[in-house]
């Protein structure tokens, strides 16, 4: 009797990949990898999933490309059964199983699996392996009946059970969840014992597809590995976050820090495959753009040009034309457009964007700035000396369009060459260093769970993100500063600081600091007061004179302010009479 190989197969990517390869999928491939030592593991697709777990991933892997029988990709689910449509996916991947494992042998496993304890050998000589689950409604006659899991099957080559089961499988797929893949698969063992073996569900499926399995497995500690050789993790029944019905958990709060960090029963048995921590970082990169598709090209090749490659650029679309996705599809499958449709802002953009990323990090890189090729890298090693940072700015440097060329530069100063960041400032006193040196967006690397789903104010068309920064810094958390020039600020005649009514936008929001509450003492209120005042004397408006009461009431604090501007140490962003935006 033949035997099945030491070789496992899966199947992925059956739809049109939107999403980064998960981390509870790169977990499968892993602990398979260290768990059995596989032969070899071969991996099923339509569509390369892409991102930087799945390039930890695909070293494993030896890749198989198919293409699924078009009748059941235009299958009609009808109305009774219209809720396994978007599952379409999943009942594909019922049919190609098979006939792999028919062509192949070995072990097939979805996907969201997780391997314990190495499948013992006897397993694979057996002529036909699946393991039992708890029983199952029948939607056609609403019965619950018995039944046995295809989430996890092992065969030889060519096995009888593996033929019969594919010969009248397409007759009895009707669309629902089980009538083929596991009620059938039950049937058959009834009329043809002798070419299958049953695992009892503690071997394959100690937890089950409830509501109560699902929790033990993900948000409680129920920790038991004799006998259990895998833990499926019935992932379609709570991966959305609009799924209510077996979970509150998702896929968004299944991270590596949370396994990490977090003892459930999943996260325990997962812990020991995670990647190396030293340069696993998931840097998510957002970028807003408006109608400059040359820039735009610039700037998402200088984020693929990184030496430390981000899981994910996103652009977020707020266009008269709209980008065409081929336009830029060509360039990596990690890029995605979202559309942010309407008149706003850059943040609306930004909050459009990071409500889509997924990576530990952030980074909102503007469409007309650069990125040196070190700048993720460089920034993510700060993060890595001391967890406890959440910003991590670094210099930047100024640089001209062409346009550019003949209009004089001698308002720019040393800001041409690179900005004025007082690092010992931002970590003594950041909320004055923040207002004395506004940083740049563009430079500013954020730990993702600082930032919540809407970071940046969307009434403002700018200071929005000086409102983010110093929000941050006064609920607590700690910014610094990398000295490097890390980041490339283009000065052209489409900045937003060049167009009409920035200025009074950026009043605006001065105005709104001294209102709120964001600013608490008068020192930081004056600080405040002094930028306005700047802003507004340098565009030679009479409103700076209104400036001067609060700035006075505070007679030794101002003097020291005016020191620092006699030494020429102070920076505000303003628009001077050339029409050169200062950044």
């Excluded at 790169?26 to 768990?35: G, T």
């Excluded at 057996?126 to 619950?144: I, W």
């Excluded at 559309?339 to 990323?357: D, F, I, M, T, Y």
């Excluded at 990090?361 to 090693?381: K, R, W």
Aim: proline letters at 6%; one cysteine or more; charged letters at 25%.
């Amino acid at each position: 009797m033949s035997e099945a190989p030491n070789q496992y197969l899966f199947i992925y990517g059956l739809k049109p990949q939107t999403e980064t390869f998960h981390i509870c999928h790169y977990l499968c491939i892993e602990s398979c990898f260290q768990v059995n030592y596989p032969d070899r593991i071969l991996f099923f697709y339509q569509h390369e999933p892409y991102g930087h777990y799945w390039e930890l991933a695909k070293r494993r892997l030896t890749l198989v490309k198919v293409n699924p029988d078009p009748a059941l990709a235009q299958y009609d689910y009808g109305w009774r059964h219209r809720d396994c449509q978007p599952y379409r996916y999943a009942h594909i991947s019922d049919f190609i199983r098979l006939d792999a494992l028919l062509a192949n042998g070995g072990v097939y496993a979805d996907i969201d699996t997780i391997f314990v304890n190495p499948l013992p050998e006897a397993l694979r000589k057996k002529p036909f392996v699946l393991g039992r689950e708890d029983p199952v409604r029948c939607q056609e006659s609403g019965l619950m009946l018995p039944s046995l899991c295809n989430a996890l099957i092992i065969s030889p080559p060519g096995a009888e059970f593996g033929r019969r089961w594919l010969q009248e499988m397409p007759k009895a797929f009707n669309g629902s969840w089980s009538n083929h893949s596991t009620l059938l698969p039950q049937r058959l063992s009834e009329e043809i014992p002798h070419a299958i073996h049953i695992e009892p569900s503690r071997s394959f499926y100690p937890y089950m597809w409830t509501r109560e399995g699902i929790r033990a497995m993900l948000q409680e500690r129920k920790l038991e590995t004799d006998g259990i050789y895998s833990m499926h993790l019935w992932s379609h029944l709570w991966w959305s976050e609009q799924r209510r019905d077996f979970s509150d958990f998702h896929n968004g709060l299944l991270t590596e820090r949370l396994i990490r960090d977090v003892d459930t029963t999943y996260n325990l048995i997962a812990r020991r495959f995670l990647p190396e921590r030293h340069g696993m970082e998931r840097v998510s990169v957002v970028i807003p753009t408006r109608d400059r598709p040359a820039m735009l090209q610039e700037a998402l090749g200088s984020v693929l040009a990184q030496s430390h490659s981000p899981c994910e650029i996103i652009i977020a679309e707020n266009s008269v034309r709209p980008i065409q996705s081929e336009e830029i599809s060509n360039l990596h499958p990690m890029i995605s457009i979202i559309r942010v449709p309407g008149e706003h802002g850059p943040g609306s953009a930004r909050n459009a964007g990071l409500q889509k990323a997924s990576g530990d990090f952030v980074l909102f890189l503007d469409d007309d700035d650069l990125l040196d090729p070190l700048a993720l890298e460089s920034n993510i090693s700060y993060f890595r000396a001391d967890p406890g940072l959440d910003v991590v700015c670094n210099h930047s440097r100024a640089f001209y369009s062409p346009e550019m060329k003949g209009i004089e530069k001698f308002s720019l100063s040393n800001m041409e060459k690179v900005d004025r960041l007082d690092g010992k400032r931002l970590e003594s006193d950041p909320i004055i260093g923040i207002l004395r040196f506004p940083l740049k967006t563009s430079s500013c690397l954020v730990r993702r769970d600082c930032l919540g789903m809407v970071a940046f104010s969307e009434e403002l068309w700018t200071g929005d993100d000086l409102m983010l920064w110093l929000s941050l810094v006064t609920s607590g958390h700690r910014i610094r500063l990398n000295p490097r020039i890390l980041t490339h600020v283009r000065f052209h005649s489409g900045n937003l600081h060049a167009k009409p009514g920035f200025t009074d936008e950026m009043q605006r929001s001065y105005n709104l600091l001294l209102a709120g509450s964001l600013l608490r003492t008068s020192r930081e209120k004056l600080a405040c007061r002094i930028s306005l005042f700047l802003h507004q004397l340098r565009l030679r408006q009479t409103a700076c004179i209104r400036q001067l009461p609060g700035m006075l009431c505070h007679p030794i604090q101002l003097f020291n302010f005016l020191a620092l501007l006699g030494s020429k140490k102070w920076e505000t962003r303003h628009e001077v009479a050339s029409g050169i935006p200062i950044l």
